[in-house]
């Protein structure tokens, strides 16, 4: 089945720096998707991309969906400690009701 | 606006007994999805269904899970029998329109199973 690695696993990081996590895939995606999620919660969507070579920005977040449509990166400018969590992409196809996780990028920031 | 409600937000049960979860969708949203997330993992998605129809259950497990959502209430997931190997986070998700990456995800249920 389709599988998403997401890399890295975690990060430490220092209050300020940017931060920058991908998504690689085996196969094609026709949308990404980069979700949040805060210890006991459920995810938060945080940016949604459809076209490939889309390049996407939500406030000190921007993301990127890949040429190939097999891969997608986010970036966080200026962190902030609140910005701490786990950080998921997803991807799906048209038509599909299943959504693909990757395993997450938990982001840990000292103040 | 309420958001998507779950409960219970944490469940104990020993094996063998059953688990069930709750979901309320938000308001005008009748179509739910439940994931499940074990430790260090991302979401794997379970079911589908839209008022009293499952659209696919491809991603549950044949023996023991059922989910419903009826024309009145909550929708359920229940776990008949319930093993070690449950325990996990149960998150569902709404939608208005079945348009998956614009549904809204609940604050999940976590089950343990001693």
């Known amino acids: 089945g389709q599988q998403l690695n997401q890399s890295p696993q975690s990060m430490f990081i220092q209050e300020g720096e940017d931060v920058s996590m991908n998504c690689t895939s085996s196969?094609?995606?026709?949308?990404w998707l980069w979700y949040k999620q805060d210890p006991g919660e459920g995810p938060v969507l945080l940016i949604a991309l459809y076209k490939a070579g889309e390049l996407t920005s939500n406030g000190r977040l921007t993301a990127q969906f890949g040429i190939t449509r097999k891969d997608s990166f986010l970036n966080i400018s200026a962190s902030i400690p609140s910005d701490v969590g786990i950080y998921f992409c997803a991807g799906l196809n048209t038509g599909g009701f299943k959504t693909i996780f990757g395993a997450g990028t938990r982001l840990f920031v000292k103040a | 606006n309420a958001g998507v409600m779950q409960n219970p937000r944490h469940l104990v049960r020993r094996r063998g007994q059953e688990a069930r979860l709750r979901c309320s969708p938000m308001k005008g949203h009748s179509h739910v999805y439940w994931y499940r997330q074990l430790p260090e993992e991302g979401l794997k998605f379970m079911v589908y269904?839209?008022?009293?129809?499952?659209?696919?259950e491809s991603g549950m497990p044949k023996e023991r899970f059922s989910a419903e959502f009826p024309k009145e209430g909550p929708s359920i997931l229940r776990i008949q029998q319930v093993v070690r190997g449950d325990s996990a986070a149960y998150f569902c998700a709404s939608s208005r329109s079945g348009s998956l990456e614009t549904q809204y995800f609940g604050p999940g249920t976590r089950l343990l199973v001693l």
């Open positions: 196969s094609i995606f026709n949308t």
């Open positions: 269904l839209q008022k009293e129809n499952i659209i696919d």
